[in-house]
Structure formats: structure tokens, C-alpha cells
């Protein structure tokens, strides 16, 4: 049921409360507890054994890379990882558990106290404390849709029994919408740069459940919560979390109280449902896993991880915005992907002059990409290419206008820029008797901005360079052209 438009002097009267508890599959070649393979998209029941099968008399051995991914994680978040964490066995039934329980971490989890930096609508950062971290097994997947009998029939797959998460669970800090959003998208982008998980939501290796509350403002005591699932993206998290918060104050409003309880988003009406009660919930009986030793971290292993740590986006985006001189904007466009970065600044630093790489690339190339709605991926023009522009135009070789026409042709042919240069290598005017008479032609054209330079407005150079260049069709040599001006202009 869509929630009857609340009047924002209503909504004001309210503060929401937001904790996020994020799931993600940890990117091992092998299982938590076995060696079978940690792959999506196999053959249904293909990637199983006794132990991720719960047979009876097997036993699990802790992947260390799980450990080290999830420590990785830990550090990456700010967290404080314990010396000592505890596997505990979380007992339910479901027909995708062949176990009857999911060991995972419960009173000592591996790491705790962290936090994440978002920005928020009045462009300060905004710290959201994170919990914890803890480790854990995923369950089967239960298959409800697609086969010829599925109105009478669930069939299962067990290939993702046993592949390792790490849960991260924030503190109730968030307190709108799109502060959630953004901590979503700094997370994801921490892990990603970590390399612990692909993050991919499609795929299920990035799952996000949200827990809701509303509060009179300026009331200490939480509101009652519900806990919201089954949502596939953050675009959708922010717009359940609306929803819910609408939801909930028009509850109070109208009287009545907000129930604890679980509901699923549904993204087709955009709205909530209940799917049960707190009161149904299961008690899990927790107690520590026999069949594994506690986790010890020792001081050695957490200062060899913490030297794996890559660098991250926020220092990464501070470092590049000093050293290219990028704006903020440009600066999450080059670090959106690590990988992506790491190619622009390998590049960069080959080139005559790296800041003149990121305006090429973010002004040029990247402006005609998105003119066209490309990605980065399906530019003809490649990072050496991009190189070579930056020091053709360093070099005076090129002017910027012969770039533009040249890009022109990169982009209509799909060719990369190195070889459309050999091809059509534009003529450049470097006889400086040639450029002196198109420059004197143009100071007699414009006698008041010869004034003005005179007066001391030096920039008005600029102004009859762009003449001449636009005179000469754009094939006047920068440098000898620069040159040439202020020599004319200073006599
Ligand atoms: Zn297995």
C-alpha cells in the first residue's frame, strides 16, 4: 500500500534512525570450511563435498585466505581486530542448510569499533561507526521459479553452501536516506579497492539488509524497528528507506505504534510488506563450534595483512587532487575503480606532464564518452594514446584544436589515437615569417586590446594567440606562436 503523502512539517517532527547490516562473499578460489570451488554460475550441486554437505563425521578447516580477506576487510574499515574470535554454530532448519546450522561468529567476532567517512548534504564528512565484522558460511539457494513444475515443486542448490562472507554491521548512526546510500557506496568501494569481494549484487555477493526507526526529535530513547530485506540495490535501499520512514511516522501520527518486524521491499510497487513478526523470530541457541579451534590474530599476521592494504579511495582522492590538480568531481571520476586509477596514474607518470593525462582524459576524451553514453571500457582512445596527445600538445606539436579534429576522427572510426595521428599527422606552421605576418594582420585588426595589453592586462596575449590560431585553420606551432605574440606585443 503506497503511503498517503505526509506534509513536511510532519515529517520534520521526526528523526530516523538507520543501521545497515551488509553481507559480502569474499573472493577465494576455495570455501569457507573445504576445498570445493567458490564459483558463481555452475552447474546446480556441482561444488559440493561431505563437509559443505554437513555429511555426517566431516570436518571443517578454516580457509586461511577467508582469514586474511576478512582481516584485510577489518583494517580497511577501521576496525580493531581481536587476537582471539570465536566460531559459533547459529542453529535454524531451512531447506537450503543441509547442516541444520551456519557456523559463524557470534560473541567474539573477529573485529569491531570501526567506522566509514560518507559526505553528507551540508559537504562536511559525516563518521558512521561500524560494529562489527564477523565471518561467516553462506547457505544453499533455494530455486522457486523457472522450471516446468515450479508451481508444485522448490528444487535447491547447494553449490554456495560453505562460500565465506563477511558481515559488517553498522551502527544505528545513519540518520537519512541518502546517508545510507552513500555509506553503501563507500563501503562497496573500500572492498572493492581492498580486493576481498567483487561486490557484485547480481550475483549475490553484495547483499544489504536495513533496520528502521523513527523518533520525535530531540528524544534520546530509539523508536521500535523493522528490519528491511530482500533488496538487490542501493538505489532501492534508499528508496525502501523512504518508504519506510513515511510508513512508520504515519503509524504514530495516526495513533497507533510501529510494530517490530521483519518486511521485504518490493520494488515493482515500490513499497514494504510485512513478512513476520519479531515474535516468530527464531532463537538461533548459539554456542561455540567444537569441530574449529578459536581464531587466533597474531601481532605478526596483522602487520603483514596491513602492509597488503592498497591505498585507499579517500587518501587516494586527496593524494590525486593535490598532485593533478583535479577537482573533487574529477577525482572520484578517475578513482572509481581502482583498477581504472592505477592504469591512469601508470600512464600518467610516463607522460611529460601527468596533469595535462587527466585533462585530456577527463575533458576530451571523457566528454565525448559520456556525448555518446559510453564507459570508460568502450573508448577507442587508450590510456597510451592519451599520452601521447598530453606530450604532442606539451611538445607544441599539436595544437589543441588539431586534438579536437583528430579525437574527432578516433571516435568516428574506433581507431586509437596513435595510429589516426601517423595517418593524418596535421600540418603545422613553423615558419616564423609566416606566423609574424598573420600576427601582424592581427594586432592592426584589434588596436584596443593592443592598448590594454600595453596597459599591463598580460592575459589579452591570450586573446591574439586564439586569433592567429583560429587564422592559421588551427595549424600554427603553440609554442612559436606564443612566442612570436609576446615578442610583437612587448615591441
Ligand atoms: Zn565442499
Known amino acids: 500500500m503506497p503511503v498517503a503523502a505526509i506534509s513536511p512539517d510532519v515529517l520534520a517532527k521526526y528523526e530516523p534512525v538507520i543501521g545497515l547490516e551488509v553481507h559480502v562473499q569474499l573472493l577465494t578460489a576455495t570455501k569457507m570450511f573445504c576445498g570445493c570451488a567458490n564459483r558463481f554460475g555452475a552447474d546446480p550441486n556441482t561444488n559440493t563435498c561431505p563437509v559443505c554437505l554437513g555429511l555426517p563425521g566431516a570436518l571443517p578447516v578454516t580457509n586461511a585466505k577467508a582469514i586474511e580477506f576478512a582481516t584485510l576487510a577489518s583494517l580497511a574499515l577501521n576496525c580493531q581486530v581481536r587476537e582471539r574470535s570465536i566460531f559459533a554454530r547459529k542453529n535454524y532448519f531451512y531447506p537450503d542448510l543441509p547442516k541444520g546450522y551456519q557456523i559463524s561468529q557470534y560473541d567474539k567476532p573477529l573485529a569491531e569499533h570501526g567506522w566509514i567517512e560518507v559526505p553528507t548534504s551540508s559537504k562536511t564528512n559525516k563518521r ?29 542448490d547447494l553449490n554456495r553452501c560453505g562460500t565465506p562472507l563477511a558481515e559488517i554491521v553498522s551502527e544505528p548512526d545513519i540518520r537519512t536516506p541518502d546517508e545510507a546510500f552513500e555509506y553503501l557506496t563507500r563501503l562497496k568501494e573500500i572492498l572493492l579497492y581492498a580486493g576481498v569481494s567483487d561486490c557484485n ?5 553484495l547483499r544489504c539488509d536495513a533496520n528502521v526507526s523513527v523518533r520525535p526529535r530531540g528524544q534520546e530513547k530509539f523508536g521500535t524497528k523493522a528490519e528491511v530485506k530482500n533488496v538487490n540495490s542501493f538505489k532501492f535501499v534508499r528508496a525502501a528507506l523512504e518508504y519506510e520512514i513515511e510508513r512508520q511516522i504515519e503509524v ?6 510501529v510494530k517490530q518486524e521483519t518486511r521485504l521491499w ?6 514494504t510488506y510485512s513478512m513476520r513478526s519479531k515474535e516468530q523470530a527464531h532463537d538461533y541457541r548459539y554456542f561455540p563450534e567444537p569441530d574449529l579451534p578459536p581464531l587466533i590474530v597474531s601481532a605478526e599476521f596483522l602487520s603483514e595483512t596491513r602492509k597488503k592494504l592498497p591505498e585507499l579511495p579517500e587518501a587516494r582522492r586527496a593524494r590525486m587532487i593535490a598532485e593533478y590538480e583535479l577537482s573533487v568531481q574529477d577525482a572520484h571520476t578517475l578513482t572509481a575503480s581502482r583498477e581504472f586509477a592505477d592504469r591512469f596514474e601508470a600512464a600518467a607518470r610516463t607522460a611529460r606532464n601527468p596533469r595535462r593525462v587527466a585533462n585530456v582524459l577527463l575533458s576530451e576524451v571523457g566528454g565525448r564518452l559520456k556525448a555518446l553514453g559510453l564507459e570508460q571500457e568502450q573508448s577507442p582512445v587508450s590510456m597510451a594514446g592519451i599520452v601521447l596527445v598530453a606530450d604532442l600538445l606539451d611538445e607544441g606539436k599539436i595544437s589543441s584544436k588539431q586534438m579536437k579534429q583528430l579525437f574527432d576522427v578516433c571516435f568516428e572510426k574506433g581507431e586509437d589515437f596513435a595510429a589516426v595521428y601517423e595517418r593524418e599527422k596535421p600540418e603545422q606552421i613553423t615558419d616564423a615569417s609566416a606566423l609574424e605576418k598573420l600576427i601582424d594582420e592581427t594586432i592592426a585588426a584589434n588596436p584596443k586590446q593592443v592598448e590594454q595589453y600595453r596597459a599591463g592586462k598580460k592575459t589579452m596575449a591570450g586573446f591574439f594567440v586564439g586569433q592567429v ?8 606551432n603553440p609554442a612559436l606562436l606564443n612566442e612570436l605574440v609576446t615578442r610583437k606585443l612587448e615591441g
Not at 518490493?266 to 513499497?271: E, K, P
Open 252 to 257: 504514530i501520527e495516526s495513533g497507533g505504534s
Open 266 to 271: 518490493n520494488a515493482n510497487d515500490g513499497s
Open 128 to 156: 558512521i561507526g561500524i560494529t562489527r565484522l564477523h565471518m561467516e558460511e553462506d547457505a544453499g539457494k533455494s530455486l522457486h521459479d523457472g522450471f516446468s513444475d515450479s508451481a508444485t515443486r522448490t528444487y535447491l
Open 201 to 205: 549484487m547480481e550475483e549475490g555477493s
Open 469 to 476: 590560431m583560429r587564422a592559421s585553420k588551427g595549424q600554427a
